[in-house]
T-cell receptor, first 115, second 112 residues
Framework: AQKITQTQPGMFVQEKEAVTLDCTYD???????LFWYKQPSSGEMIFLIY??????QNATEGRYSLNFQKARKSANLVISASQLGDSAMYFC????????????FGTGTRLTIIP | NAGVTQTPKFQVLKTGQSMTLQCAQD?????MYWYRQDPGMGLRLIYY???????DKGEVPNGYNVSRLNKREFSLRLESAAPSQTSVYFC???????????FGPGTRLTVL
């Protein structure tokens, strides 16, 4: 079984500051993938970034980076230079071995950017 | 490309009524999924279909049935709706071996 834990229900961050959203996971699979999705108030799910368990380097996508620490089973999302449009719910998710594409989601973190 | 589409966007049902939520994707994806999102609980998998003609249960399948009508369409049926099924329902799809799951806009369902 897979489990995702997001311990920050809500965060408030000043505009232009960097923010780290925490995510820890648990799985018995040797190969797995970690995802972050953004859900703005409009409700759609927006894919942000992906990290494979065998990827040697941390994933980056523009202002988003994933701080992957395999031994600690953590996959934190870092947003640099936050913007007002970053205010949203953020979900960490994982899938198991290749071929098992089902996602297990965490409970999410509501991020609010303060001008 | 419309991506993943869902109908309807909103629906109100009375307890005991039935309905089908429709999902279609135009990206030629093999796998399709149904999730529900409840406040404070994130998204939970109801059913999924790894390929046309196959379906399997996810984490919370009770009270639901699914049909993979063809490669494009994956429907979710509530035979006898209950207030506990009040939720936002998301359909998603992914290509074989792909990374990203593409989500539809969601259906907000209220059961009175």
């Amino acid at each position: 079984a897979q489990k995702i834990t997001q311990t920050q229900p809500g965060m408030f961050v000043q505009e232009k500051e960097a923010v780290t959203l925490d995510c820890t996971y648990d799985t018995s699979d040797q190969s797995y993938g970690l995802f972050w999705y953004k859900q703005p108030s409009s409700g759609e799910m927006i894919f942000l970034i992906y990290q494979g368990s065998y990827d040697e380097q941390n994933a980056t996508e523009g202002r988003y980076s994933l701080n992957f620490q395999k031994a600690r089973k953590s996959a934190n999302l870092v947003i640099s230079a936050s913007q007002l449009g970053d205010s949203a719910m953020y979900f960490c998710a994982m899938r198991g071995n290749f071929g098992n594409e089902k996602l297990t989601f965490g409970t999410g973190t509501r991020l609010t950017i303060i001008p | 490309n419309a991506g993943v589409t869902q109908t309807p966007k909103f629906q109100v049902l009375k307890t005991g009524q039935s309905m089908t939520l429709q999902c279609a994707q135009d990206m030629n994806h093999n796998s399709m999924y149904w999730y529900r999102q409840d406040p404070g609980m994130g998204l939970r998998l109801i059913y999924y279909s790894a390929s046309e003609g196959t379906t399997d249960k996810g984490e919370v399948p009770n009270g639901y049935n699914v049909s993979r009508l063809n490669k494009r369409e994956f429907s979710l049926r509530l035979e006898s709706a209950a207030p506990s099924q009040t939720s936002v329902y998301f359909c998603a799809s992914t290509r074989k071996g792909g990374v990203e799951q593409f989500f539809g806009p969601g259906t907000r369902l209220t059961v009175l």
